[in-house]
């Protein structure tokens, strides 16, 4: 199977305790629940959802990233509670340079359970796998302790802090970057 028919394709992927598989406009209610709440996104680009409309707009977005063949989130259901309950994915890819960039988002319900951590795992050896990654890294903002344990949960590496990276919500943000690499992925316990 191609590249783009992979990232088209979604794969489902299982972890013991969650189900990863392809958002869903039926997924609107779930997102609705954690992207409306002012609490998620202070360290993420966006703004919190006004009304369910907003995450409708948020999936049209993502299902045309499905049809053009584009990275796009994996859904993540709790399986015990049949709840989708975040989202991960491949916020970036360089494809000629065999390395991605993962994003990711949880309901506040489920922080601090080790489920980003899991997920993520997951989605760092299907990239390793399946797409032929060499490098993957995540960044977050220098005071978003839980992202960077998720990330140090996940086998990453701390590479240092890019200086006011970005520019959100009016002010210059510094970011922790993390990375793994295949070779270090492939001799992990």
Partial sequence: MSLDQLLADLPALETDR??????????????FEYASDPNVPIYMPW???QSIQETYEYLERVMERYRQSRPGPWAIVHRRDAKMIGTCSFS???????R??????????????????EAVRAIVA??????????????CDV????????????GMTFEGVLRQLLLVKGSYR????????????EHQP
Avoid at 18 to 31: F, G, N, S, T, W
Avoid at 147 to 152: D, F, G, I, L
Avoid at 178 to 185: A, G, M, P, T, V
């Fill in 47 to 49: 703004e919190p959802h």
């Fill in 143 to 154: 005071p978003n302790v839980g992202s960077a344990r998720v990330m140090e949960k996940a």
């Fill in 100 to 117: 991605a960039e993962i994003g990711y988002v949880l309901n506040p319900r489920y922080w601090g359970q080790g489920y980003m951590s």
């Fill in 18 to 31: 969650l189900l990863l598989r392809k958002v869903r406009m039926e997924d609107a209610p779930d997102i």
């Fill in 92 to 98: 970036k890819w360089e494809r000629e340079d065999n």
């Fill in 174 to 185: 510094d970011l922790k970057i993390y990375s793994i690499l295949r070779s270090e992925w």
């Fill in 126 to 139: 299907f990239g390793f796998r399946e797409l032929g990654l060499n490098r993957i890294q995540a960044r």
